[in-house]
């Protein structure tokens, strides 16, 4: 175990509970390299997970951990924010728990633009609940609650994140963890509710489910196929790959604890 891993990961929970060839094991490589890259403690900072492989990732951290329902990670996170606006809150989610069943609690939370950043590891599926349809399933895919190939149009939740009010929205792929590493250093130090939107490979569910891959590693190289970097105006490029990087930051917006201090504060005068 390296020096950033002794420092942050709970050996006691070892080993992982991630199925081999999954993408949220260096999800979790690349937050602890954030963290140390921004000096914060257990003092400064609380987790808050959902149900779901990825909300599991707390579980291994050496940080205060609030555990809660399926898709009630936000509307937790907003709680314990407004309790607490002195902390650093990150959620960890997955596309499921984060845009499926907590969906209205997503977009009222960047709508409000909470100070919190949102660590969402999307697969494309529901995973651990076994293979149904997520919100951001592949139009056609075949999963257990889609056999005939899904009917409905996944979710762009940059642009749904965007007009609903979110103030940092960025798109990873564990297939480029520096980035994902500097996205999440990014988001925390932004001011207002912050969006990572991380591409993690399920290998078990949806790689045998929806892509028929017979190894992790064929499901990496065709992750690595599908995406480019960001440029300007244009999150997709020209042969349709799937845009990475810091797609939108808007720091002009006032965030909903210090309008909320600064109101008490006149109040009381």
Known sequence: MNSIAEKYIRKETLPFIF???????IVVNSFIRAIDKLN?????M???????????????LNFDCLHSLHGRALAQAEGLKAVRPDKTIVVFSGDGDCAGIGGNHMIHAAKRNVDLTVIMMSNYIYGMTGGQRAPTTPYGAITKTSPLGNEEHPFDLFQLLKGAGATFYARCSVTHPVQLQNAIVE?????GFSFIEVLSPCPTTAGRNIFNFKTPSEMYDWYESQV???????IQSEDGKIALGV???DDTREELCEVQAEKKE????
Not at 228 to 234: A, E
């Open 187 to 191: 988001g925390i130090k932004h001011k």
């Open 19 to 25: 199925c081999p060839g999954c993408g949220h094991g």
């Open 46 to 60: 609380a987790l808050v997970s959902g149900i779901g492989c990825s909300s599991w990732a707390p579980v291994y």
């Open 40 to 44: 914060l403690t257990n003092d400064d």
């Open 247 to 249: 797609l939108y930051v």
């Open 228 to 234: 480019c970097m960001y440029k300007p105006d244009s």
């Open 266 to 269: 006149a109040a009381s005068k």
